[in-house]
């Protein structure tokens, strides 16, 4: 195994997409690019899934799980957020949805971009590393030998591995008063988990004081994606 992967040698439950070849494929979203280690480790695996699917990088051309592209285009998920995400380019997720993102402006100078954790339930930044191999190095190696989250590590438990295209979610939704603690774990599919979240947050920011939250409705919009509708009186 090429460097860095090696640094994942003692994790469990790791899975690599095959590597990508075609350099040129790392121009991306207008001519904004990778910064340099990024590229070097998407060169060796084109994809990585860590702890058993509750971190992961997304690949360039990977075909198992969603890829940069696919991720990214603002109709996939990012739309139910109302903008939040829209400066961001997503590149890895947690297994409840944080998003590991640089911001997009600083793509465009070539040179080595800080890294952000947008977290699942708001979207809300957070600096997280100066570089992406700090933050290789730092998280997601970290997290995928040793997660410092315990809830990540008691929903692995319940819940066993995710797949590729699968999120953990919390029932009921910590933002309708579920707590990490009382709520139950469940699958669902990544871009049904992002949606739905996003939906969720954003109606809730839109509600005012007046409205009593009865329930939630699931539905699917005009381009048969899963949504949900909080019901008030």
């Not at 600083?106 to 979207?123: K, S, W, Y």
């Not at 992406?132 to 995928?144: G, I, M």
């Not at 809730?204 to 949900?228: C, F, K, T, V």
């Amino acid at each position: 195994m090429k460097q860095p992967l090696r640094r994942l040698d003692a994790a469990d439950d790791i899975q690599f997409q095959p590597p990508l070849c075609q350099s040129n494929s790392f121009d991306i979203f207008d001519g904004f690019s990778l910064p340099s280690f990024h590229v070097s480790v998407l060169s060796d695996a084109d994809g990585i899934s860590a702890f058993g699917g509750y971190f992961r990088l997304f690949g360039i051309n990977d075909k198992v799980g969603p890829n940069l592209s696919e991720w990214n285009s603002p109709e996939y998920w990012k739309f139910s957020w109302r903008g939040r995400a829209d400066d961001f380019l997503c590149f890895g997720t947690t297994g409840w949805g944080d998003q590991y993102a640089y911001h997009i402006g600083t793509l465009a100078r070539g040179n080595e971009a800080p890294v952000f954790l947008l977290d699942a339930f708001t979207m809300e930044a957070e600096h997280i590393s100066r570089s992406f191999e700090t933050f290789w190095e730092n998280d997601f190696v970290r997290n995928a030998i040793a997660p410092y989250d315990d809830v990540t590590v008691k929903a692995r438990k319940a819940l066993g591995m995710l797949d590729w295209n699968e999120l953990a979610v919390f029932t009921p939704p910590l933002q309708l008063g579920g707590t990490e603690s009382t709520s139950e774990f469940q699958k669902m599919t990544a871009r049904a988990a992002m949606i739905v979240n996003g939906d969720i947050t954003s109606q809730i920011d839109a509600l005012g004081d007046e409205h009593e939250i009865l329930r939630l409705e699931q539905y699917s919009d005009d381009l048969n994606r899963p949504r949900m509708r909080i019901l008030t009186r």
